[in-house]
């Protein structure tokens, strides 16, 4: 048995975080997409050069390589995390026109909106900004545990953010470290529950824990051959398998349990909830697809869509049900909107009147 392999095998055995990290096979990574062999649905719009075009240290705007969406209701604006150079572009979600690039310490991989702020880990600058929507700007700049990566805003406005270099979450409130709960290693999905508690998704470590708002451990249980990124809603966290071409149905009552788990092909990465429409929308960067759920106990894919390259991440917005993919690979970002999606609710861009 490959090395890896049985370093795998011996900690979904063992139950507990017993490897070193030098122990652990490689976290699991996107897959690489193909070219484009169908017009992607909806319409695409440019946000930076192709990634092929981005030089190392360019410090020239635009920067490109869109890795992190997140969508912020109250003023209609899709945030875009950049790189090379760090950058914040900020769109008309209705239009897709850019209204602004915020330049940043360093760029972003995942984004969290709420309440007409942006909040944005500068992963290798170990910042925390927040960034209003839509002017642009910087609300506070926190300095946090070792690169920060994913992160989630809970109901009570605490910011959870997962330092991958750390194995670490700290929670921050008004603009500061008010919390900070060891986790196991590389954690690279952090989501907000109810009642202050969170999930962590720790993708090197292979693994879900779920804490309470005091820290405690509430549970744990493996994650898969390879698992990236989760969504969650009344009971139920979702968790793409990215290495193991799955969707994990976890159950968090009455204690964290792996209840499903639905086959997926060609690497599921990128999850959004739309929470309205109770649809979950999943990217498949090995075949630049993009999958519809429905967002309960027992998911199955019930339409797939053309998308751009390298879809890493989507968003959603749940009043009109537009669809936001990232296409990393071509510096662009599509705008879909699902065959039932309702279309009435926002006809006019951002200060259009």
Sequence with gaps: MPRHAAALAALLLSGCGSLSASELPPAAEPRDSPPLTEQPAGRVVTVGPPIGELVEGRETSPGGAPEGLAFDPASGVLAVGLRRPAELALLDGASGRVLRRVPLPAGPRHLAAAGGVFHVPAEMADRVLAIRAPDGR???????????????????????????????????????????????????????????????????????????????????????????????????????????????????????????RLRLRTGPYGIALDPVARRLWVTLTGSNRLAELPAHGRPHVLASYPTVRQPNDVAVDSRTGRVFVGGRADGVVALFDPPDAPRAQRTRGVGER
């Design 138 to 260: 910087i609300l506070s700049d926190v300095p946090s545990g070792r690169q920060p990566h994913a992160i989630g805003v809970g109901e009570d406005g605490d910011v959870v953010v997962g330092a991958e270099g750390g194995s670490a979450v700290d929670r921050l409130r008004a603009g500061r470290v008010s919390g900070h709960v060891a986790v196991a290693n590389q954690p690279g999905g952090v989501i907000a529950l109810d009642g202050g508690r969170i999930a962590v998704i720790s993708v090197r470590e292979r693994v879900v824990e779920v804490f309470d708002a005091q820290g405690h451990r509430l549970g744990r249980e493996p994650a898969g051959v390879g698992p990236t990124h989760g969504v969650y809603r009344d009971g139920v966290l979702w968790v793409t398998d990215t290495q193991g071409d799955a969707l994990l149905v976890f159950r968090l009552e009455p204690e964290l349990r792996l209840d499903r």
